[in-house]
């Protein structure tokens, strides 16, 4: 199974400031014929299911706030918030589904400094 | 709109078995694969399987030893999933959700609320 690790753990911004959060897979998603990063990102908040920001590593899922953009490809990934709104307090996922079963990273515990 | 709306919560001994529904509604129910996902307290996020829309077939994750089962009723647009021999590390919430691109390689666009489940003696 691809394994999938985020870092930092937690993360602690003050409301204005950007939030960056990294997540790497075991070996590559990228797929070479379609040129696509199979990586999603996910925010749950507390009591609430996962939901659905970012897919193809970078694609804004519709309804997700401009503030919210992913990067990178490969093996390594980034999910960045520009300005974090104290609604963006969360957990956040990384998930890849390039193979069989499809994992999640550990989670990052995204706080308000 | 799409919706997934999953039964209640459960409290089961160990050795015992559950089944979980999730009834989808606002799409086809043909046209999207439905995974199962579970999250124990403070955890993260486990994929457990999926059954095709047809239940002509289906992928469990290996982790679970044979103990899932997954089925579907067409008619209800409604996917079951089915754990047995339950012991304590086997509570969590479990998430049913619908998958986007792929059968199997997907990411998950919608989510039901989740069923908690609780195993204790």
């Known amino acids: 199974d691809i394994v999938m690790t985020q870092s930092p753990d937690s993360l602690a911004v003050s409301l204005g400031e950007r939030a960056t959060i990294n997540c790497q897979s075991s070996q590559t998603i990228l797929n070479g014929f379609n040129n696509k990063n199979y990586l999603a990102w996910y925010q749950q908040k507390p009591g609430q299911p996962p939901k659905l920001l970012i897919y193809w590593a970078s694609t804004r899922e519709s309804g997700v706030p401009d503030r919210f953009s992913g990067s990178g490809s490969g093996t390594d990934f980034t999910l960045t918030i520009s300005s974090l709104q104290a609604e963006d307090l969360a957990v956040y996922y990384c998930?890849?589904?390039?193979?069989?079963?499809?994992?999640f990273g550990q989670g990052t515990r995204l706080e308000i400094q | 709109q799409v919706q997934l709306v999953q039964s209640g919560p459960e409290v089961k001994k160990p050795g015992a078995s559950i089944k979980i529904s999730c009834k989808t509604s606002g799409y086809t129910f043909t046209t999207h694969y439905v995974h199962w996902v579970r999250q124990a307290p403070g955890q993260g996020l486990e994929w457990m399987g999926t059954i095709t829309p047809s239940g002509d077939a289906t992928n469990y994750a290996q982790w679970l030893w044979g103990r899932v089962s997954i089925t579907r009723d067409t008619s209800t647009s409604t996917v079951h999933m089915e754990l047995s021999s339950l012991r304590s590390e086997d509570t969590a919430v479990y998430y049913c959700a619908r998958a986007v691109f792929s059968p199997t390689n997907a990411f998950f666009d919608h989510w039901g609320q989740g069923t908690l489940v609780i195993v204790s003696s």
């Open positions: 998930q890849q589904y390039y193979d069989f079963p499809v994992t």
